[in-house]
């Protein structure tokens, strides 16, 4: 525990308690008045239910549509299963001021829908619950289909030659074994929608503001800090308090779950109600996942000539952007690639020792901790980023013209998800083959080689991958930490939409398609990886 433990209390709980203390502070005296005042203005209530009602819309509706989904990868074998599995991932790494772009594309004014058939969702809540989906349907799909895809479906058969349909066969077996990670998969889907920042901003215009927007707004714009830091507080104890039910919850459906090769549970789909459902999975990830990301495409290639690589052309130059970079743009691939392995390797670390420590009956305060693991993924990115630049700069932490603190910004919000990936596994994994290896004389360090390793490789590598896409797409925090000589992707698109010109919005467009093209290539080879005995992660 004490590597997860000073890593959070190092770049995660000092530079918010430091930018809060700066916002609620007046002359060394604490002003907690301002918490009343603000939570008293009819305003900032209206953004707090909100926040609220639109998250748990779109966390119910992301589990209904990718449910189906996350049982297709799990228990169907079909013809290029790895590539869609890396297609359905993409959005999740992509920059939110890119994707809400996107979608007003196809819901705004001259849109898809306007032109095909004069309907306009823009300003309004559908076109952010729809956007909430694209973005977290790889939550769900990889989170519950990876633990699916493990379990033995001869216990669902058991139960049905003892005289139980196949609805109750489910419901009675199959449904309470996947209850963590679907519960672990709804947490994360409803903290991202909670905080959402860029899909609002854009597709809801003036009428909707989550507590994110909101945090942006008065630190940005009306640079009042008193009012931002109370909200930030407010968010941070409905984040807390939400996590802290979903931990006494995991911890009563705790079960040992006997685990198999996922190999061994995949079959082709047999029967009119199997080839049914995967055709709905495939026709929703086509109008839902690719039909967005075509947009992208094709406006990347839509020239002031015609369609052409234009824009891609003048990503090479840094003067054909009108002075946004000091570098030319294209230069930020290879650097959100580098920063990527790196947060993806301090990630991978610390929530691989979290998760390790947390499958331990180690008393309360560890329990706590798998719940304060998730805190910055409930966090304003605002907060985090001016965090980082009032707290590290001073001598022995002067981090604020060194590279590794990009890294450090991604890894935060990686390692929640390597917690909650593996820890699902390692819970099922049963104790009691780590005591028969410790009587026949196995160390601890060869008992978790020998034992846990084999079992949970699958989920570490989906982790892995999870913690390189979050990466990847990282821009709340690191576009006020990236240096202009070495900007990141996210913060390259932000940087070009916020400058007007065509030509300026097709780089963006440009952009944005090689990040695409990035992760899914990264996330295909991810796919490709085969362990010796399992022919799976």
């Not at 603190?405 to 917690?419: D, N």
Request: net charge positive.
């Amino acid at each position: 525990m004490a590597g997860p433990v000073a890593f959070f209390a190092l770049f995660f709980a000092y530079p918010v308690v430091a930018i809060v203390g700066r916002g609620l502070k007046a002359e060394g005296v604490w002003q907690f008045g301002r918490v009343g005042e603000v939570l008293g203005d009819p305003d900032i209530l209206d953004v707090l239910w909100f926040t609220t009602w639109q998250a748990v819309a779109s966390t119910a509706l992301t589990l209904l549509i990718a449910l189906p989904a996350a049982y297709v990868f799990a228990r169907l074998d079909f013809p290029c299963k790895q590539l869609l599995r890396a297609v359905v991932t993409v959005p999740f790494v992509l920059p939110t001021v890119v994707v809400g772009t996107a979608f007003l594309a196809m819901l705004g004014r001259g849109g898809l829908l306007d032109e095909l058939w004069g309907v306009r969702l823009d300003t309004t809540v559908w076109a952010i619950l729809l956007a909430h989906v694209f973005f977290n349907y790889a939550v769900v799909v990889r989170t519950v289909g990876g633990l699916w895809s493990q379990l033995d479906p001869r216990q669902e058969e058991a139960a049905r030659v003892l005289g139980a349909g196949r609805f109750a066969a489910w419901r009675r077996v199959t449904l309470p074994a996947l209850v963590p990670a679907v519960a672990a998969a709804a947490l994360m889907v409803f903290l991202f929608t909670f905080t959402s920042f860029g899909v609002v901003q854009i597709l809801g215009g003036p009428a909707y503001s989550t507590l994110e927007v909101e945090i942006y707004r008065q630190t940005a714009q009306l640079l009042d800090l008193p009012t931002a830091a109370v909200l930030t507080l407010v968010q941070l104890a409905a984040v807390g308090a939400i996590l802290a039910v979903h931990a006494w919850t995991v911890r009563r459906r705790e079960t040992a779950l006997k685990l198999v090769d996922p190999a061994q549970t995949a079959r082709r789909p047999r029967g009119a109600g199997q080839w049914a459902l995967l055709g709905g999975v495939l026709a929703t990830v086509v109008v839902l996942i690719l039909l967005p990301l075509g947009v992208l495409v094709e406006r990347s290639l839509d020239g002031p000539d015609g369609y052409g690589f234009t824009y891609y052309r003048a990503l090479q130059s840094a003067a054909a952007n009108g002075g946004t970079f000091l570098v030319p743009p294209l230069e930020a691939v290879w650097n959100s690639l580098q920063y990527a392995l790196v947060a993806t390797a301090i990630a991978v670390a610390v929530g691989g020792l979290a998760a390790a420590a947390l499958t331990r009956r180690a008393g309360r305060l560890v329990r706590g901790f798998d719940a304060l693991l998730m805190l910055p993924l409930g966090v304003s990115a605002v907060t985090v980023g001016f965090g980082f630049l009032i707290t590290l700069n001073r001598p022995p932490l002067d981090l604020r013209t060194s590279w590794i603190l990009v890294p450090l910004a991604q890894a935060l919000v990686g390692v929640p998800f390597v917690v909650r990936t593996m820890l699902p596994v390692l819970r099922a994994v049963d104790s009691r083959l780590r005591e028969v290896a410790a009587v026949l004389g196995a160390s601890p360090l060869r008992a978790w080689r020998e034992v846990d390793l084999p079992m949970v490789r699958r989920a570490l590598l989906v982790a892995a991958g999870f913690a390189f896409a979050v990466s990847l797409g990282e821009f709340g925090a690191t576009v006020f930490i990236a240096r202009p000589d070495n900007p990141t992707l996210p913060v390259a698109v932000a940087r070009l939409l916020g400058r007007a010109g065509d030509l300026n919005y097709g780089q963006a467009m440009a952009l944005s398609t090689i990040l695409m093209v990035v992760c899914a290539v990264s996330l295909l080879v991810l796919e490709r990886i085969r362990t010796d005995r399992s022919g799976e992660f």
